[in-house]
T-cell receptor
Framework: NAGVMQNPRHLVRRRGQEARLRCSPM?????VYWYRQLPEEGLKFMVY????????ESGMPKERFSAEFPKEGPSILRIQQVVRGDSAAYFC????????????????FGEGSRLTVL | GDSVTQMEGPVTLSEEAFLTINCTYT??????LFWYVQYPGEGLQLLLK?????DKGSNKGFEATYRKETTSFHLEKGSVQVSDSAVYFC????????????????FGKGTHLIIQP
């Protein structure tokens, strides 16, 4: 009974490189959320996706960041041309749809991917 | 928009002390309220939740009561342990039975709790 799986757990990139973070939701969950946690700060919502659909990307930076959740495979958060300010922990969470857990807003989080930009 | 305000840390206590972490919220509707805990190097775990006014969530000795009149959801524990050292996040969700809401959680900034032996 696997939970939300994120990989890689740790990623180091040099400025200007690309970072790809993957998230496999819990079995039976079709909704994925990405959050960013900057050092000494709380979690900030980035994007909410269903399979093949971006529902809300109001928290995504306008440039360099993109997210997808294809019909098959994990959700991917992609950061192009990374800068030092992108260094953070990126958390993925999932929820089911039309279930009691969904109605109460409970999300199930992965262990996060920690991006360090040199 | 929705917002969550919680007391700033770090909060440092001795083992067996009484803990209160304050949390207040602003929401347009009738949100569900949550406390999440993040242990060092790990992701967030749901600690407890309450879905309507006067509900009390409880888990692992922690409690929080949904107070609509004061828009608060303070976290309490009668006797803390060193293993409770973590970051605690208060959060809300404006979920609706129509299924049209609940587009994620709104988090507070987190309170770092340090328990000393």
């Amino acid at each position: 009974n696997a939970g939300v799986m994120q990989n890689p757990r740790h990623l180091v990139r040099r400025r200007g490189q690309e970072a790809r973070l993957r998230c496999s939701p819990m079995k039976g969950h079709s909704h994925v959320y990405w959050y960013r946690q900057l050092p000494e700060e709380g979690l900030k919502f980035m994007v909410y996706l269903q399979k093949e659909n971006i529902i809300d990307e109001s928290g995504m930076p306008k440039e360099r960041f993109s997210a997808e959740f294809p019909k098959e495979g994990p959700s991917i958060l992609r950061i192009q041309q990374v800068v030092r300010g992108d260094s953070a922990a990126y958390f993925c969470a999932s929820s089911p749809r039309f279930s009691q857990e969904y109605l109460t807003g409970e999300l199930f989080f992965g262990e996060g991917s920690r991006l360090t930009v040199l | 928009g929705d917002s969550v305000t919680q007391m700033e840390g770090p909060v440092t206590l001795s083992e067996e002390a009484f803990l209160t972490i304050n949390c207040t919220y602003t929401a347009t509707g009738y949100p569900s309220l949550f406390w999440y805990v993040q242990y060092p190097g790990e992701g967030l775990q749901l600690l407890l939740k309450a879905t309507k006014a006067d509900d009390k969530g409880s888990n692992k000795g922690f409690e929080a009561t949904y107070r609509k009149e004061t828009t608060s959801f303070h976290l309490e524990k009668g006797s803390v342990q060193v293993s409770d050292s973590a970051v605690y996040f208060c959060a809300l969700s404006e979920g609706s039975e129509s299924g049209g809401g609940a587009d994620g959680l709104t988090f507070g900034k987190g309170t770092h709790l340090i328990i000393q032996p």
